[in-house]
């Protein structure tokens, strides 16, 4: 067994979000549910363009713009974050959830070259590290607030803020960056994304996806947390959006098992 500290101190912080888990008592609402903000859905969102394969393979093959309206119905033209019809392009973790508007989820977006999610984050709910392989993120929190973290590239520093009610942050294409709500109460965020199929690769997931001796080689020997190997360890891997660090579950009185 061989293992560098920087790898263990890693894997320890992923281990120790898996095994965490919110006391009930301190979380009324339903992990993830999204707060009301006094506004009612839009009476003419029907949801009948989401996830519509043959409406999609139409736009996509539409030559004008004028003729991919003329397939859309107005409705078809509202998107809703907080209910949407289906669980594609939902992350739903035991922390929150992120839902995803995308020329699949949202077909309006065809032709348009963006995209948008919102994430709703529980108290200490974590975005955990990923990158966007098509796009660079301008993200907004707009109930609460987030620490990010992201860093661009190899040999560029790690850059963390906390980033408040209606500041912005960027994370350009292909930056790995996470982003947790470090507080008590919840987090609503915005993320604008300049392609339509922005992509999202969960850094963790899919490094621990390559075979066991890759990802030994990668990190200088065998991985070996709490007596689990690389094969136990993967499944241990939390669903994203997991609950954060121990810093801010102690600060909320959120259980860690
Ligand atoms: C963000 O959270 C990390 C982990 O708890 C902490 O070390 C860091 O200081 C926080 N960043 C800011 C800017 O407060």
Redesign the pocket.
Known sequence: MFFRASTVAVLAAFASSVLAAPAPSKVEKRQGEVVGLGQEPSPTYTGRAYGNLELIASLLTAPLQLDRVALLRDEDFVFDFRNPPGNIQVATGNAGRVVVANRKTFPALIGTGSGMAMGFLGPCGFNTPHTHPRATELNVPVVGSL?TTMILENGVRLV???VGTFQLVPFPQGAIHQEFN?DCGETIFVAAFNNEDFGTSQTADNFFRLANDVVAASVGGNIVIDGRDVDQFRDMIPRNVAIG?E??LAKCGLAKR
């Open positions: 620490n963390n803020n906390i470090p660090v810093e801010c």
